[in-house]
């Protein structure tokens, strides 16, 4: 069983810098694509970005492009998300994702895109 536990949130004035972090249990983390979800009160979860198994492709959301990056470790079982240039509008819990990959990472995926879930880390971003 996947198992993925979220760290590196927290408050942050508007402007500044936050990066998360996503580690991995697995004995087959290198072939997982890896995706960061979000949820702000009141909204559904929808999608940020997400990595290929192999680290080569990325698709991010419009909202995003140019200020978060996304990466990974594979020999460290890590996912991160560096988010900079933070809106009030990024305030939301981000979560890390996880599936077997096969995704052409062209398009934003769905919840029902990724079986495996972290618990999430609250991001709060102040103006």
């Known amino acids: 069983q996947v198992q993925l536990v979220e760290s590196g949130g927290g408050l942050v004035q508007a402007g500044g810098s936050l990066r998360l972090s996503c580690a991995a249990s697995g004995r087959t983390f290198s072939s997982y694509d890896m995706a960061w979800f979000r949820q702000a009160p009141g909204k559904e979860r929808e999608f940020v970005t997400a990595?290929?198994?192999?680290?080569?492709?990325?698709y991010y959301v419009d909202s995003v492009k140019g200020r978060f990056t996304i990466s990974r470790d594979n020999a460290k079982k890590m996912v991160y998300l560096q988010m900079n240039s933070l809106e009030p509008e990024d305030t939301a819990a981000y979560y890390c994702a996880a599936d077997l990959g096969h995704r052409g990472m062209t398009k934003a995926y769905r919840e029902a895109d990724f079986t495996w879930w972290g618990q999430g880390t609250q991001v709060t971003v102040s103006s």
């Open positions: 990595i290929s198994w192999s680290g080569s492709n990325t």
